[in-house]
């Protein structure tokens, strides 16, 4: 049974960092295709970045250069390290992963229970 848990949010000032960690059970990391999204109040699910089976990354628009996503295949988790944070980027961020889809859609198969980020002006 796949499983994701996420952990590492919490509350920072603009400008503050946080760093999200991802820890994925029962199937090997480097054969799904990987990702964060975030929801935040009112607003619709939104890709944040993409990590395709091959290591490559994709970001949105809005955290390039300020947000590093990361995998590491051994132990089969998941980071997002995120730097000069924006109230902006206040949401519940999410772990996914699918087998088969990597795109920015929100039809991944699997999701994590998501983790508050909440960043203060």
């Known amino acids: 049974q796949v499983q994701l848990v996420e952990s590492g949010g919490g509350s920072v000032q603009a400008g503050g960092s946080l760093r999200l960690s991802c820890a994925a059970s029962g199937y090997s990391g480097s054969m799904f295709c990987m990702g964060w999204f975030r929801q935040a109040p009112g607003k619709e699910r939104e890709g944040v970045v993409i990590?395709?089976?091959?290591?490559?990354?994709v970001y949105r628009d809005s955290v390039k250069g300020r947000f590093t996503a990361s995998k590491d295949n051994a132990k089969n988790t998941l980071y997002l390290q995120m730097n000069s944070l924006k109230p902006e980027d206040t949401a519940i961020y999410y772990c996914v992963a699918d087998p088969r889809w990597c795109g920015w859609s929100v039809v991944y198969n699997y999701w994590g229970q998501g983790t508050q980020v909440t960043v203060s002006s």
């Open positions: 990590i395709n089976r091959a290591g490559s990354t």
